[in-house]
């Protein structure tokens, strides 16, 4: 007999949504164009290059959140984007940290998914909820969000933008 869902460990529940959405992100990730990092859409946004590193960095977040209580984003360089300006950096970058990720996610157990995670900017506190909560919202559900909008730079630099969740425009029907 298997197990059902609700016995099964978090990580094990998420490891399958987890891999389809960074695999997801790769595909993206692999269209930005090199000498377009500088190009934003408009002033208030970020620079293509800022967007697609931010992405590239996530990974990162989901080792952080299960292996620590919490992150202040005041201190220290310790998680701090590097910089990047060229598509295969991108990719290196976002391939290293998914590998930790990934390895992360598969050793941490139920109570590690329980335990509290706090988000803080120096003496402020902008969130504590469990590190399950936290691998949903923070991690995957703002990479999505950034990720829709990197789409979005290159559908305005007339790039080819990959099926996400089915085919896209440029990539015609299945």
Do not use: C
Not at 13 to 37: Q, W
Request: glycine share 8%; charged share 20%; aromatic share 8%.
């Amino acid at each position: 007999m298997t197990p059902s869902a609700t016995m099964m460990n978090p990580g094990q529940v998420l490891l399958p949504e987890f891999d389809h959405e960074m695999a997801n992100t790769r595909r993206a990730l692999e269209r930005v164009p090199d000498g377009k990092f500088g190009w934003k859409p408009h002033e208030k946004s970020g620079t293509l290059g800022w967007l697609a590193g931010h992405i590239a960095m996530m990974p990162l977040w989901a080792k952080v959140t299960l292996t620590t209580p919490g992150l202040d984003v005041m201190a220290g360089d310790e998680y701090k984007q590097p910089a990047m300006d060229t598509r295969e950096q991108l990719l290196a970058v976002f391939d290293e940290h998914l590998a930790d990720a990934r390895a992360t996610i598969e050793k941490a157990t139920a109570e590690t998914f329980g335990e509290p995670w706090t988000l803080r900017s120096g003496e402020d506190e902008i969130f504590t909820s469990p590190k399950a909560v936290v691998m949903r919202s923070f991690v995957m559900n703002h990479m999505i969000h950034h990720r829709a909008q990197l789409t979005v730079y290159l559908r305005m630099l007339d790039v080819p933008v990959p099926g996400l969740y089915g085919p896209s425009a440029d990539e015609g029907t299945m």
